[in-house]
Nanobody
């Protein structure tokens, strides 16, 4: 199993920045990719960004391209989400996800991000 724990959420004004962190532990050698998702009140969980563990390929949902950056530190088993130019519509619980080589997914508890207008 892989365990992931998020940190770094908080309250920020529109236009501000936050950096989320996700720490992975357990069978980290089996990780294929890690991703960030988010859940806003009354909305379905949605994909935000992901990064492959071996070759650093990144993917983003259109609404965050140019504002958010996902990165990883394999030596520390960490993944980060740098969020700039935040908007009120970015308000959500942000969840870290790890996918292993056989397609199993592991989720953290989430961290709240609130962007005030």
């Amino acid at each position: 199993q892989v365990h992931v724990v998020e940190s770094g959420g908080g309250l920020v004004q529109a236009g501000g920045s936050l950096r989320l962190s996700c720490a992975a532990s357990g069978r980290t050698f089996s990780i294929y990719s890690m991703a960030w998702f988010r859940e806003a009140p009354g909305k379905d969980r949605e994909f935000v960004a992901d990064i492959t563990w071996s070759d650093n390929n990144t993917y983003y949902r259109d609404s965050v391209k140019g504002r958010f950056t996902i990165s990883r530190d394999n030596a520390k088993n960490m993944v980060y989400l740098q969020m700039n130019s935040l908007k009120p519509e970015d308000t959500a619980v942000y969840l870290c996800n790890a996918e292993d080589q056989i397609g199993e997914h592991y989720w953290g508890q989430g961290t709240q991000v609130t962007v005030s207008s």
